[in-house]
């Protein structure tokens, strides 16, 4: 190696950022390098490492010399700046020497330091420029650039600095040195030249970067010593400047590549250990810090034998060390625990391979290997493997397929040649080319991962061609990777529909990786993952979305409908309560009365599902509730329905009516599925989910099962069958099952419906239980309740609020309507100052542009804390009504009014406080 290569050319541009002592490979290159040098201390002086070119050149052993200081070789009587750059040292011998001493910073073992060579003097030994013959042709001549400063001006410089700077010696001659350098490096060199005018021992040479005319920079070393010039003796700086801008390039480049083997090392998928000769630890990567449970600080300079191998595998690796750095073994592969920090052992599989010195001497040893506690049972096959990425594809939990694209990528390189340039529009325009290309692709190899996913008994299913997976969703998918092997990409992701060996689809994510077009081997690995779940998770919140956006416009509907409701069967209750109605006409109101409660209905389900309306809610038993709206859907038509109830059955915390309705539903869509008439089964059961899907949680459930016989559900249908207005009867709304949806999601459950094994479909409902007991329903009146007492009615719409204030009258009491709450507030006001106040109030919770229900109960309660309140909405189900309690109300009064109920609720409320 040549003299300067290790101190010019084996450190890094980046100087003290580099720790000598931390690269085993660099520091035994130092120690067997035949060039004298040496590190210090700089602070103390104190010697801290020593080349065997120094021990040869000075005749000390490694102990004596490390136990003097620099100044012990120097001569007595020199100095180091009498010298450019030189001084004159003794050996142990008495022999003394001229050399020039060249120092650099360094890092070593963690602290600031600098390597020091003491090579033979340059060919000048002393330079005056305004002196005569060689000293003038030394300066005017060196192919370095020399400059000579006194009193900080410039008053000497050769031609080559000139072409360097790419100057005229007028625009240098008088100027500052400072000048010369980047703005951002003149800071440091001021700093320099003070520091050595006050006679403080410095780095022989600085790096700057120095201007050239035009403004471009070029990277120099620069050297300076002190001179004595002229009659006066007077100081001067003495400047050798030496281009070193193809050598700062190629130290970019060297690191960019060190930094680029760095990330590859830190980043790849085993862990890296290395050695030193004495076995211990001076460099581990992210997955060796990983393995060991620690941090590099605190593990490097730790001997790996004793701390972190447990005592029964100590000597057996003590041998396979010996072996590989005495040439016995090349590399030696080995299976054991390793010991973290925490004391647990991991059972890792490695190898063992010396690195050396330039010389051949052994300088440590590389371990690397993999953490294979977890598959342990799988890598019995692996052991016998010499390929650790064989390893890795088979004891991997993700689907990965190794597919031979050669024949594909020649088809594509032959389309390249003819011209083609995007891919995409010659497969529309040539159909045929994508089938062919599939059948161009040959599946190698798969994991037993992929035989899981897949559902196949062995390799053989799945191996050769593609078409046993593919879909015609796979077909676009498969148009996309082609695109991404023609254009070149490295990686391609997507997501796709594949199909197991037993014809279900599942949804997939797939990650393929791509060989260059001149890698021999044109082989892929295609890593897939199962999204089923995530995809049935993405369908729910659409669904649920879409409720949503129907459910405003649903809701406003339902609540104006309502009103008109409330009118038509208020008046119908007016009349059928005047004793003057004659039989045929009460006939005919009764008929009018059915009609408009089964258009109540109709509304219930719109409401169901529009505004994120609460269900009331109440512990309930299944059994009576399904038997009773089974029973009630299956009226007039040929089907019948068979229970099994256990006797156990959980309750649940339900809306008795929107369960009834969901139970009412699925029995009605069943007996339709089966026109001529069939059996129908409904069964229910307790379950206890560990990890159920979204919304459901852990713990005890109740489900309910809907089975008919009927044709089923084709399969293209399932994932539409709970949208709204989704129907495949003639006549139907589609909202049947979208209200079903929505009711079950209202109560924390789901709702799935697929094929039933032997023909027919199966819908299940699935509930949360409730430990409490069920409680009885409240039974409504046979007729209307009469009573006495002052009520006030607040309700926007005229037409309801009219037939509010005549239902009471008919009922006895004295009424009052108003329009809003302002109206509502001050009515009550001035009855209670008239001595007249009234005994309840019935408040529509919504006013539009006005107070509405709430904040007129907040603000009467405020004031009169005993009023009783009773809140009313054409929202049955909106989150006020749910918990009306909590808002002040005593009671909830649903519309349309029904007289009865209207009666009866409101007895209730005027009789708690009597």
């Not at 694209?405 to 995409?424: C, F, M, N, Q, Y």
């Not at 089966?674 to 990890?691: H, Q």
């Not at 309507?817 to 209670?832: N, Y």
């Not at 904040?855 to 009504?881: F, I, N, Q």
Request: aromatic share 6%; glycine share 10%; proline share 6%.
């Amino acid at each position: 190696m040549p003299a300067d290569d290790f101190f010019h050319g084996f450190l890094p541009a980046s100087g003290p950022a580099f720790d000598l002592a931390a690269d085993a490979a660099a520091l035994a290159l130092f120690r067997a390098d035949p060039v004298p040098m040496w590190i210090r201390d700089p602070s103390g002086g104190a010697l801290l490492d020593v080349s065997q070119g120094a021990l040869d050149r000075y005749g000390y052993t490694r102990s004596e010399f490390l136990a003097l200081d620099a100044a012990a070789f120097r001569e007595a009587g020199t100095s180091p700046a009498a010298v450019l750059g030189g001084d004159r040292h003794r050996a142990k011998d008495g022999t003394a020497f001229d050399v020039e001493i060249l120092a650099r910073p360094l890092f070593y073992d963690g602290r600031r330091a600098e390597l020091v060579r003491a090579a033979p003097p340059a060919a000048y030994a002393r330079t005056d420029p305004g002196g005569a013959g060689a000293h003038r042709d030394l300066f005017f001549h060196n192919l370095d650039g020399v400059l000579v400063t006194r009193e900080g001006e410039i008053v000497a410089v050769n031609p080559a600095l000139c072409d360097m700077l790419r100057s005229a010696p007028g625009d240098i001659l008088g100027r500052s040195p400072i000048d010369l350098l980047h703005p951002e490096d003149r800071p440091v060199a001021e700093d320099r030249m003070r520091r050595l005018l006050h006679g403080e021992q410095l780095p022989d040479f600085a790096l700057y970067r120095a201007l050239r005319r035009g403004g471009d920079a070029v990277w120099v070393e620069a050297h300076s010593k002190i001179l004595r010039m002229g009659d006066d003796g007077g100081a001067a700086f003495l400047t050798i400047v030496h281009d070193i801008t193809p050598w700062m390039t190629s130290q970019a480049r060297l690191q960019a590549e060190r930094d680029r083997a760095r990330r590859y090392v830190e980043t790849a998928g085993v862990l890296l250990v290395a050695l030193d000769l004495e076995g211990r630890v001076t460099f581990l990567n992210r997955e060796a810090r990983t393995v060991l449970g620690t941090g590099a600080e605190a593990v490097e300079g730790r001997d790996w034998i004793e701390d972190f191998l447990p005592p029964r595998r100590r000597e057996t690796v003590r041998a396979i060390l010996r072996r590989v750095l005495e040439g016995g073994e090349a590399e030696y592969a080995d299976e054991g625990p390793v010991r973290t920090l925490d004391g647990d052992e991991r059972l890792v599989a490695a190898r063992y391979v010396a690195f050396r010195a330039p010389g051949g001497a052994p300088a440590g040893v590389l371990v690397s290997g993999t953490d294979v506690t977890e598959q342990r049972a799988m890598e019995a096959a692996l052991r016998r493997s010499e390929e650790k990425y064989r390893r890795f594809f088979d004891a991997s939990p993700v689907s990965l397929w190794e597919e031979d694209i050669s024949e594909l990528r020649a088809a594509l390189r032959a389309l390249r040649d003819e011209g083609v340039r995007d891919i995409r529009a010659y497969i529309d325009a040539n159909p045929g080319f994508l089938e062919r290309a599939v059948a161009m692709v040959r599946v190698l190899d798969v994991n037993p991962a992929t035989l899981a996913f897949y559902g196949a008994d062995s390799k053989a299913q799945l191996l050769g061609g593609l078409d046993k997976i593919f879909t015609k969703d796979s077909l676009e998918v498969f148009r996309e990777e082609v695109a991404a092997v023609f254009e070149g990409r490295r990686v391609f992701e997507s997501e796709a529909v594949n199909r197991r060996i037993d014809g279900r689809e599942v949804s997939i994510l797939l990650r393929v990786s791509i060989p260059p077009e001149d890698a021999p081997d044109q082989v892929i690995l295609v890593a897939i993952m199962d999204i089923t779940r995530r995809k049935r998770l993405e369908e729910e919140l659409l669904k649920v979305q879409k409720l949503e956006s129907l459910g405003v416009l649903a809701g406003g509907i339902a609540h104006d409908f309502n009103n008109l409701l409330t009118a038509v069967l208020g008046n119908i209750s007016l009349v059928l309560a005047d004793p003057g109605t004659g039989e045929t006409a009460r006939d005919r109101l009764h008929q009018a009365e059915r009609a408009t409660l089964r258009a109540r209905d109709l509304t219930q389900q719109l409401l169901t599902f529009s505004r994120g309306g609460a269900p009331v809610k109440r512990v309930l038993r299944l059994e009576p509730l399904v038997r009773e709206a089974a029973g009630f859907a299956l009226r007039g038509t040929a089907a019948a329905c068979d229970f099994h109830f256990p006797e156990d059955l959980h309750p649940v915390l339900a809306d008795e009516g929107q369960l009834g309705q969901v139970v009412q539903n699925l029995v009605l869509n069943a007996a339709q599925a089966m026109p001529e008439g069939g059996r129908i089964e409904i069964r229910a059961a307790n379950l206890d989910l560990a990890d159920p899907a979204p919304p459901l949680r852990p713990g005890a459930h109740v489900r309910l099962a809907v089975l008919d016989r009927g044709p089923g559900i084709p399969r293209d249908h399932l994932p539409k069958v709970f949208d709204p207005y989704f129907s495949t009867k003639q006549l139907g709304s589609g909202l049947g099952l979208a209200v079903c949806y929505s009711i079950v999601r209202n109560h924390g459950g789901i709702i799935t419906a697929g094929a039933r094994p032997g023909g027919g479909t199966a819908v299940e409902v699935t509930l949360p239980a409730h430990p409490g007991a069920a409680e009885p329903p409240e039974a409504p009146p046979d007729a209307p309740v009469p009573g006495t007492g002052r009520i006030l009615v607040m309700d926007d719409d005229a037409m309801v609020r009219d037939v509010a204030v005549q239902l009471l009258t008919a009922l006895g009491y004295e009424a009052r309507g108003v329009g809003d709450g302002d109206g509502a507030l001050e009515a009550w006001q001035a009855a209670a100052e008239a001595g007249t106040p009234f005994d309840a109030a019935i408040l529509d919770l919504t006013v539009p542009g006005g107070m509405g229900g709430r904040e007129t109960a907040a603000r009467l309660l405020e004031r009169h804390p005993g009023a009783r309140l009773l809140v009313s909405s054409g929202y049955a189900d909106d989150p006020v009504m749910a918990r009306y309690r909590d808002h002040g109300f005593r009671a909830v009064v649903k519309k349309p009014y029904d007289l009865r109920e209207l009666s009866a609720t409101l007895r209730r409320v005027l009789e708690e406080d009597r």
